[in-house]
């Protein structure tokens, strides 16, 4: 059974608009959510997150918005650049227990 | 500041072999450890996860086993490999007591052939 879901394996978006990856969770005991980037052979890096008492968090280019009643959160990235190509991870947590995560996105900005 | 340091990067083993990867993490003490894998089209799964030293969760039944026999070491292992334990290994440490991100090793590729 899967609580973390990302159902888009894959994304495109020109360089300068903005990328929109999605993630939905089944666990209404989720209170701590998410985004990590990946790049091919490398870990995981942590790249922003949001407590379930919140609605929005932005950090620079990268914001994330939490929708409790639909259990549905995003990331949002404005303005892609090439850099950001790379397979994001949505994950959650019930307070400090291990991360559950997606299957991942791959993002790919276009020049 | 914290690093953790995982080795080796890539390993190609054959069916029925052993398998031994560490990981340990420099700079915070009493950290919450972690084993992850992820396989083609699977995202990351745990596999196994620590709060303490001798103390082991197993979250997937499979054919390896973790130890931690320090406090800022982690050991993944098997005693005999099968091609299925073939994937991306990625060691992972938190901090306790409060909702927190992990961080994560640069990961081991394992083939079994």
């Known amino acids: 059974d899967q609580q973390v879901k990302q159902n888009s394996p894959s994304l495109s978006v020109q360089e300068g608009r903005i990328s929109i990856l999605n993630c939905d969770y089944t666990n209404s005991m989720f209170d701590y959510f998410l985004w990590y980037k990946k790049y091919p052979a490398e870990g995981p890096t942590f790249l922003i997150s949001?407590?379930?008492?919140?609605d929005k968090n932005e950090d620079g280019r990268f914001t994330v918005f939490l929708n409790k009643s639909a259990k549905h959160l995003s990331l949002h990235i404005v303005p892609s650049q090439p850099g950001d190509s790379a397979v994001y991870f949505c994950a959650a947590s019930v307070g400090n227990t291990p991360l559950v995560f997606g299957k991942g996105t791959r993002l790919s900005v276009i020049a | 500041s914290q690093t953790i340091h995982q080795w080796p990067a890539t390993l190609v083993q054959p069916v029925g072999s052993p398998l031994s990867l560490e990981c340990t993490v420099e700079g915070t003490s009493n950290p919450n450890l972690y084993w992850y894998r992820q396989a083609a089209g699977r995202g990351l799964q745990l596999l196994f996860y620590s709060v303490g030293i001798g103390q082991i969760s197993s979250e997937v039944p499979q054919n390896l086993s973790a130890s931690r026999p320090q406090d800022r070491q982690f050991i993944l292992s098997s005693k005999k490999l099968l091609l299925s334990d073939s994937g991306f290994y990625l060691c992972?440490?938190?901090?306790?007591?409060?909702?927190?991100?992990?961080?994560f090793g640069q990961g081991t590729r394992l083939t079994v052939v």
């Open positions: 949001i407590s379930s008492i919140k």
């Open positions: 992972a440490w938190s901090l306790k007591g409060v909702p927190t991100e992990a961080f």
